[in-house]
Nanobody, 120 residues
Framework: VQLQASGGGLVQAGGSLRLSCAVS????????TGWFRQAPGKEREFVVA????????YYADSVKGRFTISRDIAKSTVYLQMNSLKPEDTAVYYC??????????????WGQGTQVTVSS
């Protein structure tokens, strides 16, 4: 199983970025993919997750209304659209996979991170 995250970069506060996470080697139907982030000196934080079957989502309060997760089943790819970015969104963003519902825990496979930097 592999997860490949991409799309990070440098953006000004108020700007937007879209991250992608390509999933391979795992049947998608009963699984969920989530995004986490880790800022320097802080613990890893759950951001959002989505189930492949049905597209149920679960958002952290800190990103509700600004971030949107979606999936393209044909491409086995999950997207994270991040709008109205704030400097506190600066972190390395990771995608991860788990069996079952979309939630903040239970992930067993992780991708490499992609850096998101929001300048003030």
């Amino acid at each position: 199983v592999q997860l490949q995250a991409s799309g990070g970069g440098l953006v000004q506060a108020g700007g937007s970025l879209r991250l992608s996470c390509a999933v391979s080697g795992r049947p998608l139907g009963s699984y969920a993919t989530g995004w986490f982030r880790q800022a320097p000196g802080k613990e890893r934080e759950f951001v959002v997750a989505i189930t492949w079957s049905g597209g149920s989502t679960y958002y952290a309060d800190s990103v509700k209304g600004r971030f949107t997760i979606s999936r393209d089943i044909a491409k086995s790819t999950v997207y994270l659209q991040m709008n109205s970015l704030k400097p506190e969104d600066t972190a390395v963003y990771y995608c991860a996979s788990k069996y079952g519902y979309a939630g903040p825990t239970g992930y067993d496979v992780w991708g490499q991170g992609t850096q998101v930097t929001v300048s003030s």
